[in-house]
């Protein structure tokens, strides 16, 4: 973690709040899936929970090599280093190879949200969102079991011959008016009395 102190009243209410997000069992699940994804010798976190989940990813390599087994040469060069900023740099690298993989923006993680641990949980819902636009690409590329991941809505286009686009236009719609239901007959003008019989 960063060299900071422990946070207090509003700020710790936040953290706090931040934290309650992290799911332990779908660590679990992505620890499981991205030592099935890398090919190199991943292994896995010293400890289970977040400081233990964020250690083990925090230099970037596991990443890159994850986002290279689902789409080759995303990273060209992975180097394991201790020195931050080139933990950091590894670890923009790979949300940039995410982003051309095709996870909005919107999606991914800060780089600072794993190198200092301050929303894992963030860095959860990526590695979610990879994992299911993995097995909605169904490329080959994806190991492990699909079920492990939601699958993305995909496109289902329609196409139609002219002739049934024409008839459309000979229909008219709801939108137009319609010359049954309710009527105004046997309504008096306006200014009548009411006729009571």
Known sequence: MANKGPSYGLSREVQMKIDQKYDQT???TLVQWIVNQVSIDAGRPEEAGKAGFQKWLKDGTILCHLINSLAPNSVAKIQ???????????????????????????????????????????????????????????????????NWFPKKSLENRREFSQDKLKEGQSVIGLQMGTNKGASQSGMTGYGMPRQIL
């Open 26 to 28: 779908l660590e679990n």
């Open 80 to 146: 394991s280093s201790t020195m931050a900023f080139k933990q950091m740099e590894q670890v923009s690298q790979f949300l940039k190879a995410c982003e051309r993989y095709g996870i909005a923006a919107t999606d991914l993680f800060q780089t600072v949200d794993l190198w200092e641990g301050k929303d894992m949980a963030s860095v959860q819902r990526t590695l979610m969102n990879l994992g299911g636009l993995a097995v909605t690409k169904n490329d080959g590329h994806f190991c492990g079991d699909p």
